[in-house]
């Protein structure tokens, strides 16, 4: 899994909104992934209002989103993505970024 955008631990204003580029590979084949904003332990942030989900095919896939980032909050967040292949094995990443008030 690669996360092109946004570079990790770039800083964003309150109500700044961002794009998300990632690509996710697998040399069997892709099943599933999910994305979203969370703290530090993995917790979504519903807030954000990224909650992706889906079932994939393939050895590739490109995934793109946006985040709206709410009035208020500050501090350091992740997005969060989790994939998994056909054998069912879980790759799990937090991507961090921040939030300046």
């Known amino acids: 899994m ?3 955008n946004p570079i990790e631990h770039t800083h ?9 580029a990632a690509s996710f590979t697998d040399n069997k084949g892709l099943a599933s992934y999910q994305v979203t904003v969370s703290d530090a332990s993995g917790n979504a942030l519903m807030e954000f209002g990224l909650d992706d989900s889906g079932s994939l095919s393939g050895k590739s896939h490109t995934y793109s989103a946006s985040v709206n980032i709410p009035n208020g909050v500050e501090g350091t967040y992740y997005l969060h993505f989790i994939v998994i292949d056909d054998d069912g094995k879980k790759n799990d990443k937090l991507h961090e970024f921040h939030v300046d008030n």
């Open 12 to 20: 964003f204003d309150t109500g700044h909104t961002f794009q998300v």
């Open 2 to 4: 690669y996360v092109t």
